[in-house]
């Protein structure tokens, strides 16, 4: 199963909002609201951010949320800051076999 | 507070053998199953495999099916990775981590990562 195709990097100042895609197949993204997604900091593992296209984990920010329009998936950080900028990585289940599948990765960076 | 510890890591042969372990704690360990995801240099993560809280199911990705092994010991909160016929390609950051629902696609807890290098 391929990776699941995100963009190489968004950019927005501080304050303003960025949304992030996540492409898959409907093998994957669009064949469950299983969609999640991470954030890394530099030499530190993923931390999760989004589960289920749009629950948020104890302790996550509402400023981050998330949604699922057929085989794309989306992350959106609202009244971005400065410790928001780093990388973001989308999940899914892909099917029995192959449970996770992430995506490419997206480098976000505050203006 | 859940924590993973991962342990193992390190400088290997192409053709070697390595076998990582993640030690967990803060969490009743038998109820929830346990990957492991890899994430090499500069790329994003790709996940390796996945063990069921009572060790009973095991899941690879293509990329390791038949060289890797995952197991667990309840009585040691402890998962491991067995890793054979190592390559240059299996040289990343080998990450252990939680699984809160049973194969839906997202892990809540990770450790802080093993580096494994496959390099003559």
């Known amino acids: 199963q391929s990776a699941l195709t995100q963009p190489r990097s968004v950019s927005g100042s501080p304050g303003q909002s960025v949304t992030i895609s996540c492409t898959g197949t409907?093998?994957?993204?669009?064949?469950?609201?299983?969609v999640s997604w991470y954030q890394q900091h530099p030499g530190k593992a993923p931390k999760l951010m989004i589960y289920?296209?749009?629950k948020r984990p104890s302790g996550v920010p509402d400023r981050f949320s998330g949604s699922k329009s057929g085989n794309t998936g989306s992350l959106t950080i609202s009244g971005l800051q400065a410790e928001d900028e780093a990388d973001y990585y989308c999940?899914?289940?892909?099917?029995?076999?192959?449970?996770?599948?992430f995506g490419t990765g997206t480098k976000v960076t505050v203006l | 507070e859940v924590q993973l510890l991962e342990s193992g890591g390190g400088l290997v042969q192409p053709g070697g053998s390595l076998r990582l372990s993640c030690a967990a704690s803060?969490?009743?360990?038998?109820?929830?199953?346990m990957g492991w995801v890899r994430q090499a240099p500069g790329k994003g993560p790709e996940w390796a495999s996945v063990?069921?809280?009572?060790?009973?199911?095991?899941y690879y990705a293509d990329s390791v099916k038949g060289r890797f092994a995952i197991s667990r010991d309840n009585s040691k909160n402890t998962v491991y990775l067995q890793m054979n016929s190592l390559r240059a390609e299996d040289t990343a950051v080998y990450y252990c981590?939680?699984?809160?629902?049973?194969?839906?696609?997202?892990?809540?807890?990770w450790g802080q990562g093993t580096l494994v290098t496959v390099s003559s």
């Open positions: 981590a939680k699984d809160p629902y049973g194969y839906r696609g997202y892990f809540d807890y």
């Open positions: 803060g969490f009743t360990f038998n109820l929830y199953a």
């Open positions: 063990i069921s809280g009572d060790g009973g199911d095991t």
């Open positions: 409907s093998s994957d993204v669009g064949g469950y609201n299983h």
């Open positions: 289920d296209v749009n």
């Open positions: 999940s899914s289940y892909g099917g029995s076999y192959t449970p996770y599948v």
